[in-house]
């Protein structure tokens, strides 16, 4: 992403009716592969928590595709979002359960650029890919009352 392409993100992104508010910049220092990106969090290790109403979940797995990340807001956590024909399940067994760890913005910015698939649910675990130039704001759906997002790196 360029330069250009990036405030051009950031003009779209600051819209106040957008459902992919921006996350607030912080000064975080991330991969040097890919873009920097800004969080709202201070610089923590990856299993730091954050205030439950704004908790993320996250759990990693190895699958024949390669390292697959699927990222959460808490509160979508069993919760069904339905729209016409296209229904999103968040389930404990796939998004929560004793495997997943509570992070913060940081973490999971870290751990979906190290992903090679990944499921995104939430305004608020979808607002932070998008605003670390993860996940396109174009490619985001939106279901119901939340939003999601997938990403294949290739």
């Known amino acids: 992403m360029t330069g250009s392409d990036r405030s051009d993100k950031e003009d779209i992104l600051s819209e106040s009716e957008d459902p992919l508010k921006p ?7 991330h991969d040097s592969n890919r873009d920097s ?12 928590e954050t205030d439950d109403d704004e908790a993320l ?13 699927a990222v959460c807001d808490s ?3 069993g ?6 024909e296209v229904s999103l399940n968040v389930t404990e067994s796939f998004y929560g359960g004793s495997k997943a760890d509570k992070v913060d913005a940081e973490t999971v910015i870290k751990r979906l650029k190290r992903a090679s698939v990944a499921n995104i649910v939430g305004k ?5 890919a998008v605003e670390a130039g993860i996940v ?8 119901d009352e939340t939003l999601h997002a997938q990403l294949v790196w290739m």
């Open 57 to 69: 979940l996250l759990r990693e797995r190895q699958t024949p595709e390669g390292l697959l990340v």
């Open 124 to 128: 608020h675990a979808v607002a932070i």
């Open 75 to 77: 509160d979508c956590l």
């Open 23 to 29: 996350v607030p910049e912080s000064n975080a220092e």
């Open 37 to 48: 990106v800004s969080t709202s969090t201070e610089a923590h290790d990856d299993n730091t």
């Open 136 to 143: 396109e704001k174009d490619r985001v759906l939106q279901i």
């Open 79 to 84: 919760e069904t979002y339905v729209d016409g």
